[in-house]
């Protein structure tokens, strides 16, 4: 999500050199993807970045550029980050989950210690209880959370210790009109043993919570990895997703004609249902021009 800053050159020679490299490499980037009027944004998508996937960047950096070529939000931040982002006139469109310490001392509301089990439940409730407000007071709308590993549980078993524990900070959240989001994650390759792993999983539980301030984020990444017919899932199921994240597949890199989607195409689904939120970059940039590569990705899903 950062990007690497510049290195310091001395002397004449060696400032022509990275002169002429910046210029070539600006040609490029605009052979690629046109002038900066054409990347200015069609309107039918919100665009945002996540920016784990720039650890070298600065949030200031990332918004500065970012602007230019049509993203309004930087998702996973914390509320200590709200400020950078009004600075940029940018949104958080996905805060990133409170945690805090379990009865054992270690931490929960991560990715793998979470809602599935009761006994997180009452400092679960408590981070949430605190973050609600916070998050709605700076005028964001979605918090994310997680189910937690499976650790030998029963799918139907963490589905219900999920909802009995959601259900509890649901007034809370219809009151603040925060939409707590739980991501749809793989277990085959990045997070082994994640519970929610399923969009069909998560659509349960989404009418065990019976609630429209708690939705999915629907990972088009993950959920291609674990069970593809990735269209069809979005077409019939788009009621219950709040945001979405993208990714290259195989090997979670540019989502152009290096890997194996048709994000274009994803795209057009996502906006034929009438989804107003936001399309987040969540692909780790392989090549060296990290923020060309973010530039192409908002292009690709700019339909």
């Not at 054992?104 to 439940?121: C, F, L, P």
Request: some cysteine; aromatic content about 6%.
């Amino acid at each position: 999500m950062t990007i690497h800053s510049q290195t310091s050159r001395r002397g004449f020679l060696r400032h022509s050199a990275a002169a002429s490299a910046i210029t070539l490499t600006a040609i490029s980037l605009e052979n690629r993807l046109g002038a900066a009027d054409a990347v200015a944004g069609k309107g039918n998508i919100n665009h945002s970045a996540c920016k784990w996937c720039y650890p070298n960047v600065s949030l200031d950096e990332l918004c500065t550029a970012g602007k230019e070529f049509g993203l309004t939000s930087v998702d996973l931040l914390r509320p200590n980050d709200f400020p950078t982002l009004k600075k940029h006139g940018m949104t958080c469109a996905m805060v990133s989950s409170p945690t805090a310490k379990g009865t054992d001392g270690k931490q929960v509301g991560g990715i793998t210690r979470a809602w599935n089990r009761t006994e997180y439940h009452d400092a679960l409730v408590e981070a949430y209880e605190k973050d609600i407000p916070t998050v709605a007071n700076a005028g964001l709308t979605n918090l994310i959370c997680f189910s937690g590993n499976r650790d030998g549980m029963d799918d139907e078993l963490g589905l219900q210790n999920c909802a009995k524990g959601l259900k509890r900070i649901m007034p809370l959240a219809e009151k603040h009109n925060v939409v707590i989001t739980m991501e749809l994650l793989n277990s085959k390759v990045n997070h082994k043993d994640y519970m929610c792993d399923h969009t069909a999983w998560g659509v349960e539980l989404c009418k065990a919570v019976g609630s429209e301030n708690f939705k999915l984020l629907y990972d088009i990444y993950h959920m291609q990895i674990m069970e593809g017919d990735v269209i069809a899932t979005i077409k019939s199921n788009h009621q219950y997703f709040s945001h979405y994240h993208t990714g290259g597949v195989p090997g979670r890199n540019e989502i152009d004609d290096t890997q194996e989607l048709n994000y274009a195409a994803i795209a057009r689904a996502i906006v034929a249902t009438g989804f107003k939120g936001h399309v987040a970059q969540e692909f780790i940039p392989a090549r060296e021009d990290k923020l060309a590569s973010l530039r192409q990705g908002v292009e690709i899903c700019d339909v």
